[in-house]
């Protein structure tokens, strides 16, 4: 059994299963490298919008407190207002006037003895509220945390206070101003909402006085903090930077998340603003473009790998005809007769040596051997077949008279005229050495014929080329072995070698047919 090393009559295949695993494996590890990614600018993006919502909400309740003072301070200049010679009535009918204009729940004016008067009510004694006492005893303006108040004892609001001082600095009243609780809920509500963050206002005890969170009001905001894992930090040191009024942040856990927290203390008054934002709702927020992105990547892989496909599918076309091309290249060679120990590396080293000599034309000597072998096989049993061993006698000679470009044209002549007698007699011929050619001539009908064919190509060898205006002489002498059923090609080689040493000690330019 003759071993087929090559996958004749089959195309060769690689199997895309291992490039799908890696491709799948790829995807997935970009769709973590992108999540990865996006958490990543989550937690530096949580800090960012948390300030952010921060500066918004700080700014507006600051703004509206500020006015609140402007305002009261400016009216608190006119002698109008100040002035206790003036009836009440007509302080309490201008400031009535004012209060609708400028969005606040009442304008009031409270005389020396710290009596409130309101329109259409009658006067009342404000002495117990804390606020008041303090501005008659300090002649300090107060911004009260929110408080109920109103005639049903219900109605929340913040209270902005300053006092009425005669030009001798004597406090002859004050004004106050009552805030729209709502008023600060919705300016809570509106600045959190631009990046989904939470925000609360803390009282100056420390206690919540709105919150967009969810926090009741009233609830000691450390209660809060102590039911939450504080990162870097203890609620103690936070109640410490709170009181200090220094603006800061910090990191908790809770719920399942990661909360990042701004704080900063309102300018006037003793309120704190917190601002907080966890790190489900910011990564929530970016997860369709990362998405986008991890969808994009895995579309642009597949794409790849449709390419890639598609090249290595052409390139495997491109091998299956060089394969294709090597077994219609060994069929030639071996005259669609194989060697028994033939495979595909023999074929492969066999077109790296080269199938032809480059100066000659002729095959090389390992093409020779097989393809000789294979002709030797189909001999006709009644026809003479016959090995010659042809040498230059004078190549040397030749060089050194007319230098290597002469013995090259010397050994292309040779090379011409014996693969004359290549294609007449359906043989084969290479160049076995430097200057030694070895040439199988096939089914002569007897050794009559073939000693006509030896005296003519010896006849043919000897003779004189031109080249260059220079006569270069040509001789070789030659060796023969017949073939016989029996014999092999070494074998005959090594006969014919024989015979041309006989020759090459008898004159040269001759032949010599080999006997035992």
């Not at 109920?148 to 106050?176: M, Q, R």
């Not at 008023?183 to 963050?197: A, D, P, R, Y």
């Not at 496909?309 to 491109?318: H, T, V």
């Not at 007698?421 to 002569?444: P, T």
Request: with cysteine; aromatic share 8%; proline share 3%.
């Amino acid at each position: 059994m003759k071993k087929e090393h090559l996958n004749h009559g089959n195309n060769w295949h690689i199997s895309f299963a291992p490039v799908l695993r890696y491709s799948a494996a790829f995807c997935l590890l970009t769709l973590l490298v992108v999540m990865l990614g996006g958490a990543v600018l989550s937690f530096s993006g949580m800090r960012e919008d948390a300030e952010a919502s921060l500066a918004g909400v700080h700014a507006q309740i600051s703004q509206r407190v500020t006015e609140s003072i402007t305002l009261l301070e400016a009216l608190a200049g006119l002698p109008e207002f100040y002035d206790p010679k003036i009836p009440p009535i007509e302080k309490v009918k201008k400031l009535d006037q004012m209060s609708p204009r400028f969005g606040y729940l009442m304008i009031c004016y409270v005389d020396a003895d710290i009596t409130v008067y309101s329109d259409g009510e009658e006067p009342a004694s404000l002495a117990s509220r804390d606020y008041m006492q303090r501005l008659y005893s300090t002649g300090k303006r107060q911004v009260t945390d929110s408080f109920a108040a109103g005639a049903d004892g219900v109605t929340l609001n913040y209270t902005v206070a300053v006092p009425l001082c005669d030009e001798a600095k004597n406090i002859t009243g004050s004004l106050f101003c009552a805030i729209y609780f709502d008023e600060m809920v919705e300016i809570l509500e509106k600045s959190s909402k631009i990046n989904s963050s939470d925000a609360t206002l803390i009282g100056t005890r420390g206690q919540v006085m709105s919150s967009t969170a969810g926090l009741p009001y009233g609830e000691s905001i450390m209660n809060e903090l102590k039911s939450r894992r504080l990162i870097g930090t203890t609620s103690d040191q936070l109640q410490e930077k709170l009181l200090d009024e220094v603006p800061g942040g910090y990191w908790s856990m809770g719920n399942g998340s990661i909360t990042y927290t701004a704080y900063q203390r309102v300018e006037n008054t003793g309120w704190d603003i917190l601002c907080s934002i966890d790190f489900l709702t910011v990564f929530l927020k970016i997860l369709p473009s990362l998405l986008l992105v991890a969808v994009l990547t895995i579309l642009l892989c597949a794409g790849l790998m449709v390419i890639l496909r598609r090249y290595i599918a052409g390139q495997m076309q491109m091998v299956n005809m060089l394969v294709h091309s090597v077994e219609e290249l060994e069929k030639k060679i071996y005259q669609d007769e194989r060697p028994e120990g033939m495979n595909f590396d023999e074929i492969i080293r066999l077109t790296g040596d080269g199938l032809s000599d480059s100066l000659t034309g002729v095959v090389t000597r390992s093409v020779f051997l097989n393809q000789a072998e294979a002709l030797l096989k189909k001999t006709e049993p009644d026809s003479v077949s016959a090995l010659c061993f042809v040498d230059m006698d004078n190549l040397k000679y030749i060089n050194d008279t007319y230098g290597h470009n002469g013995g090259d044209v010397a050994l292309k002549s040779v090379g011409y005229i014996l693969r004359e007698y290549e294609k007449k007699y359906g043989g084969v011929v290479g160049r076995y050495g430097g200057d030694e050619f070895v040439i199988l001539l096939m089914n002569l009908d007897d050794e009559t014929e073939l000693k006509d064919v030896l005296n003519e190509l010896v006849l043919r060898l000897h003779s004189e080329i031109g080249s260059a205006g220079r006569h270069i002489p040509v001789q070789c002498s030659v060796g023969v072995s017949v073939y016989s059923g029996e014999k092999e090609l070494r074998q005959m080689i090594a006969d014919a070698d024989e015979a041309l040493y006989f020759v090459k000690q008898n004159g040269k330019g001759y032949y010599k047919i080999y006997h035992k």
